[in-house]
């Protein structure tokens, strides 16, 4: 029992650890960036979704830690952050 107890706490542990929506990571994004570039930096969106011809990606949790990027042409044009540390 005590094995499978430390298991899930070192799991949830490397998980929580592995975060890369930081206050660094953010300012390390530029305007210009590709997508990819991006998700260099922070990883996968958790969401995208297409309008008008940009496309609007969210790391993170809307209701909580995020950052927001907005693409047009493959190129970072906005981008926001809350929750950060």
Do not use: P
């Amino acid at each position: 029992m005590k094995v499978k107890l430390l298991a899930v706490f070192f799991g949830a542990l490397a998980l929580t650890a592995c975060s890369k929506l930081t206050k660094e990571n953010y300012d390390k994004l530029e305007m210009g960036m590709s997508q990819k570039e991006v998700e260099s930096i922070i990883g996968n969106a958790d969401n995208c979704g297409k309008t008008l011809g940009t496309l609007a990606c969210t790391w993170g949790n809307e209701d909580a830690k995020h950052i927001k990027i907005v693409f047009m042409g493959n190129k970072a044009v906005t981008f926001n952050y809350d929750g950060l540390e």
